[in-house]
């Protein structure tokens, strides 16, 4: 089986660090696996996005044109991506940056404020995490012990005094 997801957003919301953590689950649990970024050039504030593949058998191509599961982090990303979703996908999507409704009645969306939850709970660039934590209690893609081993591996040892709270955001997405 393969699974296709889309994280989508601007620049500076951790879109490529989140599609790098669930690259590396899927490297934990020996699967097969992609991680395929897309920025605009102006990085911070530009359009980025990120493909990843994970799959029981070798992965054709890297791009996800159609993906079983979407992150929207922002509304140009929502609006872009959600007719892309393939009938049956699943959308997460941090509602306190998206206004919008999904009108299609073929995926489940889940909307979860995770910018504000971030806010709320200093966690201050957390929103990615929450999504994550959502996403794996939503799809048991991942169990939690393999995305705590992902963060672990994944956060640069600068940045090693973040590991907590980024479980924190996981069981704060996994709790909404």
Known sequence: MTTEILLAGF???????A?????YCGLM??????????YGPEMRGGTANCSVCISDEPIGSP?????DILIAMNQPSFDKFVDAVKPGGKIFIDSTLIDSKCERDDVEC???PSSQLADDNALKGGSNIILLGKLIKETNLFTLDTMKKAIEKVVPPSK???????FKAIELGMNN
């Open 110 to 112: 889940y909307y979860i």
């Open 160 to 166: 090693a005094h973040l590991i907590e709270n980024n």
């Open 29 to 38: 649990d020996s699967k097969e696996l992609s991680w395929l970024p897309s």
């Open 11 to 17: 620049g500076g919301q951790g879109v490529l660090f």
């Open 63 to 67: 791009l996800v044109l159609a993906p």
């Open 19 to 23: 599609g790098k953590i669930l690259a």
